[in-house]
């Protein structure tokens, strides 16, 4: 949030950093911006956020979330590919519901 309304998010990834290093925590070297990956604030929330909720799958949401030019960045899915970041809709609710439109990409049915 502090990232979209121009605000630095520096204390609250120093937090993380601070609670995840415990004693070993030197902020000259570990803190936010003195790493490699803080040279882009966003980058810098994918990877604490990636390390804090590895096994959690919360790593698609936050690329969503970050746009489409870091799905295809950090996943398979190419640019050519976007429109595999819609599901198709079944044809069964397409039948059913007469104003729905198949997503692009998609045969219509």
Not at 32 to 44: G, R, V
Not at 67 to 91: C, M, N, Q
Request: proline content about 6%.
């Amino acid at each position: 949030t502090k990232i979209v309304l121009g605000e630095n998010p520096a204390m609250e990834i120093n937090l993380v950093r601070a609670r995840a290093f415990g004693s070993n925590y030197q902020g000259a070297v570990h803190g936010y911006p003195n790493q490699a990956i803080d040279a882009t604030p966003k980058d810098a929330i994918l990877q604490e956020r990636l390390l804090e909720f590895i096994m959690e799958g919360k790593r698609w949401h936050d690329l969503r979330r970050m746009g489409d030019s870091y799905i295809f960045a950090y996943t398979a899915v190419k640019s050519s590919e976007a429109y595999k970041l819609l599901w198709p809709i079944d044809r069964n609710s397409l039948t059913n519901n007469r104003l729905l439109e198949q997503n692009p990409g998609y045969p219509k049915f």
